[in-house]
């Protein structure tokens, strides 16, 4: 059974730094591309980062150059650097990969940016 876990999350102010961390199991995690997405009240869910099995990335316009998706396939683990974050930034974030159709999701970590 496919399982992921996120962790991180927290309150930071303006302009600081967290780091948001994915581990998976139940998986063959190597063979597949990983996603974060955030969930602001009253919103969407959206694509934040996705990273291929191959390491290919790609970024919503709103966090390039602040945010930064990589993993660690020896630890089943991916990872989102978040720097410069904005209080537009406040969100659940959430871990998801897909596969054999169907959909996986984390439970979601809460970040806060406010002064």
């Known amino acids: 059974q496919v399982q992921l876990v996120e962790s991180g999350g927290g309150l930071v102010q303006p302009g600081g730094s967290l780091r948001l961390s994915c581990a998976a199991s139940?998986?063959?995690?190597?063979?597949?591309?990983m996603g974060w997405y955030r969930q602001a009240p009253g919103k969407q869910r959206d694509l934040v980062a996705r990273i291929s099995n191959l390491g290919g990335t790609n970024y919503a316009d709103s966090v390039k150059g602040r945010f930064t998706i990589s993993r660690d396939n020896a630890k089943n683990t991916v990872y989102l650097q978040m720097n410069s974050l904005k209080p537009e930034d406040t969100a659940i974030y959430y871990c998801?990969?897909?596969?054999?159709?169907?959909?996986?999701w984390g439970q979601g970590t809460q970040v806060t940016v406010s002064s």
């Open positions: 998801y990969t897909f596969m054999y159709g169907n959909n996986y």
């Open positions: 139940g998986m063959i995690f190597s063979s597949y591309a």
